[in-house]
């Protein structure tokens, strides 16, 4: 019966390389949740997470990082993310254009991918801003400029650690797949 | 462009916005709560070693760059220690002030009709920039289920317990615009409602609306709970920073700071049941 769980080496090493993907997304959401939204005086709260969904799905490509977008925005959602529904649609769908973006027009390199973190980050705090100038307990306008900016800026500085990373794990089995 | 663009990839985001519109509709039913529970409850052991290992790392950052600021702060303390026992000596004449103080020394006494409350240490913060709230290590398992009140070692206000899993509860805190608390102003017993002050833009503030246009107030002075179904009376929220008119210029507004250091807590207690009388 074991005969027919036998796996190859490419699928070990497939397993291998999301369950890395899937660490490196629970030590991101921790970091985030755990260390740095704790400070309450600022109120800047910086999200890695969305730069994290962006960087897989643009190394993994539309199809495979999509589905990771998906679970991993839902994952978000469910731990309690303010308007976590929102986001379940806006990081999947801008992480798949992302990709595709950067597969037909731009390249695979540490700037482009920035480029679309940067405006999926900016993207899914946008709108979530938009729902809280409109919903009570609404927001003033003038926070957009003082929180929202500097925050999503600050969720871009996790890139540079998080990128090498995720090419890293990306690596994994490509070799041998050729 | 179409190359990469693949059905497969048009399929996936057709199903990233129908997942959405069902969780929110799901949300909407309170139908979303098994999903919700169920990652919280997973999450809850590794968000508490995390919080752990992030508490003691903070242990050893304090004991090294820390010890000279809080001798600084202890002797700070002890002063307004000094200031606060000779006000009391000359309070007696001012039957207000009595009365504040009646209320802060009967505190205790009146915390003798509580069950003793849950301790919870913090396990982690909700990540967005316009909610302040924070997720506790326990739950309905321990007696804490939504409606509760979660205050500091000494009586002062952190907030209300908003949502319970088994072994999770969510707090939102007194900065949250959701939250609004009846109060009182301890030295003159103007009433207002006091809510956290981020959406009119001062963060980390309170605001104590609806307070009387001829009413007196000063800097310092507490505000206490009136208290309620949902919160016991006299339990500090703050001290007032600033007052003025609102808007319609019918009604006065004082903007205060919490009597609970938020940004410090590493624990919190809950008060299951006591006697509103």
């Given at each position: ?47 890695p997470?969305p730069v994290l969904i962006v960087c897989v799905c643009v190394r993994?490509?539309p199809?495979?990082g ?25 990081l999947?769908v801008g992480a798949i254009l992302s990709a595709v973006l950067c597969r037909a027009v731009l390249t695979l390199r540490f700037l482009p991918t920035a480029l679309c973190a940067f405006g999926v980050c900016l993207l899914n705090a946008s ?22 900016l500097?925050?999503v800026a600050?969720s871009m500085a996790f890139l540079p650690?998080q990128y090498?990373?995720v090419k ?11 | 462009m ?276």
């Amino acid at each position: 019966m074991l005969k027919h769980f036998h796996l190859t080496k490419n699928q070990w090493l497939g397993i291998l390389k999301w369950s890395l993907y899937g660490l490196l997304t629970l030590l991101t959401l921790l970091l985030q949740t755990v260390v740095l939204s704790r400070t309450t005086q600022l109120r800047i709260k910086p999200t890695p997470l969305p730069v994290l969904i962006v960087c897989v799905c643009v190394r993994e490509g539309p199809e495979r990082g999509g589905i990771y977008a998906i679970v991993t925005a839902l994952l978000w959602c469910f731990s309690g993310a303010d308007y976590g529904n929102l986001s379940v649609a806006i990081l999947p769908v801008g992480a798949i254009l992302s990709a595709v973006l950067c597969r037909a027009v731009l390249t695979l390199r540490f700037l482009p991918t920035a480029l679309c973190a940067f405006g999926v980050c900016l993207l899914n705090a946008s709108i979530i801003f938009v729902f809280k100038l409109i919903l009570p307990p609404t927001v003033a306008l003038d926070n957009y400029w003082r929180i929202l900016l500097p925050g999503v800026a600050l969720s871009m500085a996790f890139l540079p650690i998080q990128y090498p990373l995720v090419k890293c794990i990306s690596r994994i089995g490509v070799r041998d797949a050729l | 462009m179409k190359k990469h663009f693949s059905a497969k990839a048009k399929w996936l985001i057709a199903i990233a916005v129908l997942l959405a519109v069902l969780v929110t509709v799901a949300a909407a039913l309170n139908a979303a709560r098994p999903g919700e529970s169920l990652i919280q409850t997973m999450l809850t052991p590794f968000r508490s070693a995390a919080s752990g290992l992030v508490r003691q790392a903070e242990r050893y950052y304090d004991y090294i760059f820390k010890y000279e600021s809080l001798e600084a702060e202890n002797k700070a303390l002890k002063d307004r220690i000094v200031e606060m026992e000779e006000d009391v000596r000359s309070a007696d004449s001012l039957q207000r002030e009595n009365e504040r103080l009646h209320r802060l020394l009967g505190l205790m006494e009146e915390h003798e009709d509580y069950k003793p409350p849950v301790p919870a240490y913090i396990i982690s913060w909700v990540d967005s920039s316009w909610k302040s709230a924070f997720t506790i290590a326990k739950g309905t398992n321990a007696g804490v289920h939504e409606g509760l009140v979660a205050i500091t070692e000494y009586g002062q206000v952190v907030g209300l317990v908003t949502e319970a899993g088994p072994n999770w509860a969510t707090v939102t805190t007194v900065l949250d615009s959701a939250l609004g608390i009846s109060a009182t102003v301890a030295s003159t017993g103007y009433n207002g409602v006091v809510e956290g002050a981020l959406a009119t833009g001062s963060q980390g503030l309170l605001r104590m609306n609806y307070l009387p246009t001829d009413s007196v107030l000063r800097n310092n002075d507490q505000v206490l709970t009136t208290g309620s179904t949902v919160y016991p009376r006299g339990l500090i929220i703050g001290y007032i920073t600033d007052a003025d008119f609102d808007q319609t210029g019918v009604a006065k507004y004082a903007l205060l700071r919490p009597a609970a250091e938020l940004d410090e807590l590493e624990q919190v207690f809950i008060i299951t049941e006591y006697d509103n009388q």
